[in-house]
């Protein structure tokens, strides 16, 4: 037997029963979820019996409707694989997996894993950022998914996956594109399918591209050819977009630039020449695009860029809006391996030399945080994470900027329909508008006001109440402290009635009211009575404080410490009272404390008493406000503080230039091609909008008018959403296909060949009842040892010690075969006696075949 691979796992057993591929049941059914795959991928595959989730994508409205054609087949649901670590790909994998009992295992790659887990965190943040949070998916359902539920794979690593008596073995091989992203071969029984979406097949700046010669049956040693690829059209748009070349060799310019010598194709010149003249006409350029996909890529180009010409690096800022941009740069960086063959070799030759150490890209976590160092009113590059311009950072900015006409926007790619940047793109880029005003929503977040932020905390504080949780004593203090300030102010002559426990508050100051001070003093008694502890809790030490749990970590015990602490001045040095008192009389002035020059108190009459008398209730209501401040501080520890959210209809006009630069991915003719060399017997192409229509009828005239050597053209078949039937087809399988048992794999020594190929000799023997069916699985068993160790009678025939019913497994090599070299090998084998006789026989004269073959 003949393996490749870097390593191969033992088969699983034959089990009886239903053979894969056998069955009454369609061999072959695709039940598309997603209505447009350009906008979001998910699909159902059902191969030889077994369920196969493709891919799990949602868009950024985060809708739970859209997923509702997926609810019924959950149940169904053998395997799960992601290719992509967008969130086009991995969106909606945390909320299925967190709010529906799917306990099918899921597999990606490595990179996929842990970039998707990160471009979902930055969607849920930038989403919350201006709108209000979603209650379908929180941020521990993300990092619960990814960390616990996640098989990782490496690149031609098999997953089996055994069920109802059948065998699923998925592969996952390098696509291009995207860093870990993966075409899937699925093998199931006699039947075999190749996922492939959103492939590159030219190779990038830190990325070689399609790994096309995988998928050629000749490099796989089978004679057969694919039955069925699964792929997505290509966005062509009835061939209106411009493209420009962009796969091209760069051109000569008139006025070469050291920025431009970086460019390796048309594309990347296009997008360093538009990108410069802007900054240098004194505007911005926005660049939308998802965090985990085209912006690495984007950044290595303006680095290196910037790298080359200095003046553009001290001019121009180049910045990464993001507020996951550090963690994602990050887990790129770690995953050299991953990488292309030039970034390796480099790394090699010159020990240190990263590609993704960005000396001119800095990575900013908030609008706000940006504006503070780099107005926008300056001429800077700024890279968001939104390329549909629907929400988050990359809107807001757009509206902020578009009234400008010195500003640029890049469209990269084609915009999923509906969106902001597809309106754009059909007004600007193939209408060539110049102007035009928009009705956009806007989304703000305004802070809520103090009654309503001291009734959200009540009612917080009241849930872990009625929850049976023990409250920790500063959330009790708190509670305390919230129902002393909503009771009416005290009106002279009268005085609050303390707790019963309570020690009596002596009211301090002109008048009869009660400070803060006081106030805290006596509401204390309230608030260790309302979490269970003593009256005073701050004076109860060692064994006799109360033990709280945190919130969090009800296994856990702990005790509230404080510490008295008296004032220092600017070098910690501490003072006295009297010190403390004239520094504060003399520094900060003595009308502020009702201080007179001499540190005693002012007295009515003077000035200074007027003033003290004047500035007594602005002094009480600065202190409250510092205490409601310090309350604001200590509950978000434990809560999140919540903003209002609002949406606002407003008139945007552009003014702005906005350009389009063609994808990455491939064109119809590449798709043509590579489904022209692979020779699949069927092409499926998922459901799209309607201006991708043409992509199948345009890849079925090519192969109608195209002379085909040896494999006849495929058939395309379009699946044109959830209100078609779903496509189903009787894929034809091979005969027999064998497998070993159990018992006899482990058995199996595997000697490496100079071409890498492992050879095994094999000794084996067929079941002695073989199945009913034609197309079932033929397990190949250990002989007994009685059969082995029994001597062989010298009356015995050559036919008799080569049983008609067994078989000689060839590895097909360079050079080829010829039946004189085989019966030399034959003899000189160790298996073999200088008694026996090798030779070949014709097959009988009504063989289909000739002796030959």
């Known amino acids: 037997g003949v393996g490749r691979g870097p390593r191969s796992r033992p088969p699983p057993a034959w ?19 997603s209505k447009d795959c350009l906008e979001w991928q998910c699909s159902v595959l059902k191969l030889g019996g077994l369920t196969v989730l493709l891919d799990c994508g949602w ?138 979406v959103g492939c590159d097949m030219r190779r990038g700046r830190f990325l070689d591209g399609l790994d096309y010669e995988r998928l050629l049956p ?81 950044l290595l180009l303006l680095d290196a860029a910037w790298e080359q010409d200095r003046q553009l690096s001290s001019n121009y800022p180049l910045v990464w809006l993001s507020s996951m941009g550090d963690m994602v740069l990050d887990q790129v960086k770690t995953r050299l391996e991953w990488m292309s063959k030039e970034v390796l070799k480099k790394f090699e030759d010159r020990l240190g030399t990263h590609p993704f150490i960005l000396h001119n890209v800095r990575i900013f976590q908030s609008l706000e945080e940006l504006c503070s160092v780099h107005p926008l009113s300056r001429p800077k590059v700024i890279i968001t994470t ?25 469209l990269l790619g084609v915009p999923t329909a509906g969106s902001l940047a597809r309106q754009l793109l059909s007004d600007f880029v193939l209408k060539h508008a110049t102007r035009k005003e928009y009705r ?138 009297a010190e403390l008192r004239l520094w504060r009389a003399q520094d900060q002035g003595s009308e502020r404390y009702g201080l007179t020059g001499d540190g005693t108190a002012a007295e009515g009459g003077g000035e200074a008493g007027g003033g003290h008398a004047k500035d007594g209730p602005a002094k009480q209501e600065q202190d409250e406000a510092d205490e409601l401040a310090d309350w604001r501080d200590n509950l978000r520890v434990h809560f999140p503080e919540p903003m209002k959210a609002e949406v606002r209809e407003r008139t945007v ?10 994808d990455t991915t491939m064109e119809p003719k590449d798709l043509y091609m590579l489904l022209r060399t692979i020779a699949p017997r069927h092409v499926v192409l998922l459901p799209a909008a309607d201006e991708f229509a043409p992509t199948g009828r345009l890849i ?19 699946v044109r959403g959830l209100e078609d039937t779903p496509l189903q087809l009787t894929l034809r399988a091979p005969k027999r296909r064998l497998q070993f048992s159990q018992e006899l794999w482990p058995r199996i020594s595997f000697l490496r060949a100079r071409d890498g190929s492992r050879v095994a000799r094999v000794r084996a023997m067929m079941p002695a009842e073989a199945p009913s069916e034609p197309r079932a699985l033929l397990e190949l068993g250990a002989v007994p040892a009685a059969q082995v160790e029994a001597p062989k009678s010298e009356e015995s025939s050559s036919e008799e010690r080569l049983p008609r019913h067994g078989a000689l497994f060839l590895a097909k090599g360079e050079e080829p075969l010829t039946l004189s070299s085989l019966k030399e090998q034959l003899q000189r084998a160790e298996w073999t006696r200088d008694d026996v006789e090798v030779d070949f026989r014709p097959p009988p004269a009504r063989g289909s075949r000739p002796w030959s073959a």
């Not at 089990?15 to 979820?33: H, L, V």
């Not at 690829?229 to 630039?257: D, K, N, R």
């Not at 006009?653 to 063609?662: D, S």
């Not at 079925?700 to 379009?718: N, S, V, Y």
Request: with cysteine; proline share 9%.
């Open 59 to 196: 868009n950024e409205a985060l809708d739970p409707k859209l997923l509702s054609p997926l609810l019924p087949h959950l149940n169904e649901l053998d395997l799960i694989v992601v290719s992509h670590a967008d969130i086009k790909h991995t969106g909606a994998l945390p909320y299925l997996l967190s709010k529906y009992p799917v306990t099918c295992p899921v597999i990606c790659t490595e990179p996929v894993c842990r970039l998707g887990e990160l471009s979902c965190v930055a969607v849920l943040e930038d989403r919350e950022k201006y709108q209000a949070p979603t209650e379908d998916i929180t941020m521990d359902d993300i990092l619960r998914t990814y960390m616990s539920r996640v098989t990782t794979l490496n690149y031609r690593e098999p997953y089996h996956v055994q069920a109802r008596g059948r065998t699923l073995a998925a592969c996952p091989f390098p696509s291009g594109r995207h860093l870990g992203s993966a075409y899937w071969t699925f093998h199931c029984g006699g039947l075999s399918a190749l996922y492939m």
């Open 700 to 718: 079925a005239k090519q192969f109608r008018h195209c002379k085909t050597d040896r494999a006849p053209a495929p058939e395309i078949h379009e």
């Open 440 to 577: 956009l929503q806007q989304f703000l977040k305004q802070p809520l006001s103090e009654e309503q932020l001291r009734a959200y905390y009540e009612a917080k504080i009241q849930e872990l109440l009625e929850s049976g949780q023990k409250l920790p004593p500063e959330l009790a203090m708190l509670k305390a402290e919230f129902e002393d300030l909503g009771r009416p102010k005290v009106e002279d002559g009268d005085a609050p009635e303390p707790p019963p426990d309570a020690e009596t508050a002596v009211p301090v100051g002109a008048g009869g009211d009660a400070t803060a001070p006081s106030r805290l003093a006596a509401s204390a008694a309230a608030a260790a009575a309302v979490a269970g502890g003593p009256t005073r809790p701050s004076a109860a030490k060692g064994h006799t404080a109360t033990l709280w749990s945190p919130l969090g970590w009800p296994g856990s015990r702990t005790l509230a410490h404080g510490e008295a602490r008296s004032e220092g001045d600017d070098y910690g040095h501490r003072l006295s009272t």
């Open 653 to 662: 006009r552009v003014g702005c230039r906005i350009r389009f630069l063609p």
């Open 218 to 298: 000749s490099y796989r040693g089978v004679a057969q050819p694919w039955d069925v690829v699964i792929t997505s059209p290509l966005p062509t748009m009835g061939a209106m977009l411009p493209q420009m070349g962009a796969q091209q060799a760069p051109q000569e310019i008139a006025v070469p630039t050291k920025a431009m010598t970086v460019a390796r194709t048309v594309r990347e010149q296009l997008l360093l020449e538009g990108t410069i003249a802007t900054l240098r006409r004194g505007g911005s350029v926005l660049i939308p695009a998802d965090v985990a996909g085209s912006v690495p890529e984007v």
């Open 15 to 33: 089990a009886e029963g239903p053979a894969a591929g056998a069955g009454a049941g369609m061999d072959f059914r695709i039940i598309p979820i």
């Open 386 to 410: 939104s390329p549909n311009l629907e929400g988050g950072d990359s809107r807001e900015l757009f509206m902020r900027l578009s009234g400008e006409p010195r500003t640029l926007l890049w």
